[in-house]
């Protein structure tokens, strides 16, 4: 994952300015038996990647482990607490606020990172500075523009979308096998009690098999242009 980290210098940085940070915040977790424990960390450095590309954004490192609690049944799964998750979100962005840097984005790549939407409204309750990238809306914009057959509901975990974004940014990260990883479990109620397991056996619930670099492209386009609303709230927008 070499090349979705930055390798920037501090000369780089002074060189660009005081300018908007970026931050992934992936997860380590059970993607099946065909997708790596890092599949939401490099998706979300996908996304940040792209966006500070685009937008001259200062991008920063991800946080690779964060609350995956509810695949903790399934090998490999680490988690942090949220209030752990939550204490490092505050303390990168008074640490970025000293240092003059004007605003951060957060690029989530886990839905189960609850406890961010509390920290981001947190954060600005004295003024709009931190966002949390996608929200649903973007999410749903990009797989509209897509063209993505299966819906937000049925896609939820190791499926269509995250798997075309990765044959479009990492293929080397799909394993041969992942089309024969469809799962359907488009309704489930009890998650928060019952976790993955109570949903499915394989560790997937979407359909992987939809998937392609093509339709990866595509929703790293409109993420990116939809980035710029975000950024248009923070102070110093650089778009």
């Given at each position: 994952m070499d090349d979705l980290i930055t390798q920037a210098t501090s000369s780089d940085e002074q060189r660009r300015g005081p300018s908007i940070a970026v931050l992934p915040v992936g997860s380590f977790e059970q993607?099946?038996?065909?997708?790596?424990l890092?599949?939401?960390?490099?998706?979300a450095c996908l996304i940040a990647r792209r966006i500070a590309d685009d937008h001259n954004l200062f991008l920063l490192p991800p946080i690779t482990i964060a609350c995956s609690h509810e695949h903790a049944s399934m090998p490999g799964t680490v988690s942090i607490s949220?209030?752990?998750?939550?204490?490092?979100?505050?303390?990168?962005?008074?640490?970025?606020e000293a240092a003059g840097v004007p605003g951060l984005i957060i690029v989530n790549g886990h839905g189960g990172n609850y406890?961010?939407?509390?920290?981001?409204?947190?954060?600005?309750?004295?003024?709009?500075?931190?966002?949390?990238?996608?929200?649903?809306?973007d999410r749903d914009q990009s797989r509209a523009y897509a063209r993505l057959e299966s819906s937000s509901a049925e896609d939820m975990h190791g499926g269509e979308f995250e798997?075309?974004?990765?044959?479009?940014?990492?293929?080397?990260l799909v394993r041969d096998g992942i089309q024969g990883d469809d799962h359907s479990a488009p309704s489930r109620p009890h998650l928060l009690t019952v976790g993955m397991a109570g949903y499915t056996t394989n560790g997937i619930i979407g359909r992987p098999s939809l998937a392609t670099a093509a339709k990866g492209?595509?929703?790293?386009?409109?993420?990116?242009?939809a980035a710029r609303a975000h950024l248009s709230l923070i102070v110093g927008n650089p778009s």
């Open positions: 993607h099946g038996a065909h997708l790596p890092t599949t939401d960390t490099a998706i949220a209030a752990t998750l939550y204490a490092m979100i505050n303390d990168i962005w008074r640490s970025l406890v961010l939407s509390n920290v981001v409204q947190e954060l600005n309750s004295a003024g709009p500075r931190v966002a949390l990238f996608p929200a649903p809306e798997v075309s974004l990765l044959l479009h940014g990492a293929p080397h492209k595509a929703l790293l386009d409109s993420l990116s242009h």
